[in-house]
Nanobody, 124 residues
Framework: QLHLVESGGGSVQTGGSLRLSCAASGRTFSTAHMGWFRQVPGKEREFVATIHWSGASTWYADSVKGRFTISRDNVKNMVFLQMNSLKSEDTAVYYC?????????????????WGHGTRVTVSA
């Protein structure tokens, strides 16, 4: 049982930065792998980044490597996505997700809990 709520989205110009936050409620947060995914109309939800339950490893989509950083605070039950050097292609609704059982994963269908998303718009 995990309840996830995203925040921090907004509108920025190309090259700008945003930090997304995900607040989790539930005892299992500290042992769950966490991920960020994004979606635009007409496209499938795509992987952005994931962090191991312990914070020991992080994985990123090729499109965001070097620009985005995922992190977590298991005391505060929070996960973050720092987004720098934003491009128009980053415009999407961003979702926080949790995988409570199994290995760290890039697959959306392997995550058990989802927030309702926060919108990010990047304009020239």
């Amino acid at each position: 049982q995990l309840h996830l709520v995203e925040s921090g989205g907004g509108s920025v110009q190309t090259g700008g930065s945003l930090r997304l936050s995900c607040a989790a409620s539930g005892r299992t947060f500290s042992t769950a792998h966490m991920g960020w995914f994004r979606q635009v109309p007409g496209k499938e939800r795509e992987f952005v980044a994931t962090i191991h339950w312990s914070g020991a490893s992080t994985w990123y989509a090729d499109s965001v490597k070097g620009r985005f950083t995922i992190s977590r605070d298991n005391v505060k039950n929070m996960v973050f996505l720092q987004m720098n050097s934003l491009k128009s292609e980053d415009t999407a609704v961003y979702y926080c997700a949790a995988r409570s059982v199994g290995l760290q994963s890039r697959r959306a269908d392997q995550y058990d809990y989802w927030g309702h998303g926060t919108r990010v718009t990047v304009s020239a």
